[in-house]
C-alpha cells in the first residue's frame, strides 16, 4: 500500500520555468491538499481540495494552480517559477477534511 | 485567522525520561481538530496524535498523550519513556473548515 505518493524527489528550476508536481493516493481519500515547508517553519496551506472536482485557497496561492484531476490525484503547477517559491512541498490527502492527513515524502524544488 | 504557537524552538531529554512539548493556538471558532505531527530526518510527515475540540477527554495513544486545555487553547503534548527514535521534529496543527495552521515547530533531540 503506497500511501500518498508524490514526484518528482528533488528538481531545479531556472527562474521563468513551469513546472508541475504531482500527487497520487489510493487509499481513496476525498481529501487532498498541498503545503510548502520553508526552512524552520511548519507547513502552510497553498490550495485543498475537499471532494473531486473542488479545490480552494489556501494561505499562500500566489503563484499556483492546482488540479484535482480525478479522486485519485491533485497537482501542483508552478507557472513562472520564482527564487520565492524554492521551498520543500508536501502533499496529503485525509479520509475527511477533520482527520489525520497522511502525508507523501515531499519534493525538494529549487528556484535558481 | 488561526494562530499556532510553539513557545520551545528546540528541547532534549534523556532516553527513558518524559518530555513535554508546548503549543498554544488563538481562534474564535469552538468545533475544530488538533493534531501533533512528528518529522525525522527522512522528512517524512507522521500523525502522532489527534484531539476533537468538543471531546474533553485527553487522546492518548501509547507512549504519547496530550493535555488539552481549550479555555486556554494550550494542547501540549508529553512523550513518556523517551527513545531515540522519538529525535524529531514536532509540530502541532490547528484545523477548522477544511483549513489549517501549523506552528513552527520544536526541534526533539533525545539523549542516550
Known amino acids: 500500500n503506497a500511501g500518498v505518493t508524490q514526484t518528482p524527489k528533488f528538481q531545479v528550476l531556472k527562474t521563468g520555468q513551469s513546472m508541475t508536481l504531482q500527487c497520487a493516493q489510493d487509499?481513496?481519500?476525498?481529501?487532498m491538499y498541498w503545503y510548502r515547508q520553508d526552512p524552520g517553519m511548519g507547513l502552510r496551506l497553498i490550495y485543498y481540495s475537499a471532494s473531486e472536482g473542488t479545490t480552494d485557497k489556501g494561505e499562500v496561492p500566489n503563484g499556483y494552480n492546482v488540479s484535482r484531476l480525478n479522486k485519485r490525484e491533485f497537482s501542483l503547477r508552478l507557472e513562472s517559477a520564482a527564487p520565492s517559491q524554492t521551498s520543500v512541498y508536501f502533499c496529503a490527502s485525509s479520509e475527511a477534511r477533520y482527520y489525520g492527513y497522511t502525508f507523501g515524502s515531499g519534493t525538494r524544488l529549487t528556484v535558481v | 485567522a488561526q494562530t499556532v504557537t510553539q513557545s520551545q524552538p528546540e528541547m532534549s531529554v534523556q532516553e527513558a525520561e518524559t518530555v513535554t512539548l508546548s503549543c498554544t493556538y488563538d481562534t474564535s471558532e469552538s468545533n475544530y481538530y488538533l493534531f501533533w505531527y512528528k518529522q525525522p530526518p527522512s522528512r517524512q510527515m507522521i500523525l502522532v496524535i489527534r484531539q476533537e475540540a468538543y471531546k474533553q477527554q485527553n487522546a492518548t495513544e501509547n507512549r504519547f498523550s496530550v493535555n488539552f486545555q481549550k479555555a486556554a487553547k494550550s494542547f501540549s503534548l508529553k512523550i513518556s519513556d523517551s527513545q531515540l527514535g522519538d529525535t524529531a521534529m514536532y509540530f502541532c496543527a490547528f484545523i477548522h473548515a477544511g483549513k489549517s495552521t501549523f506552528g513552527d515547530g520544536t526541534t526533539l533531540t533525545v539523549k542516550p
Open positions: 487509499m481513496n481519500h476525498n481529501s
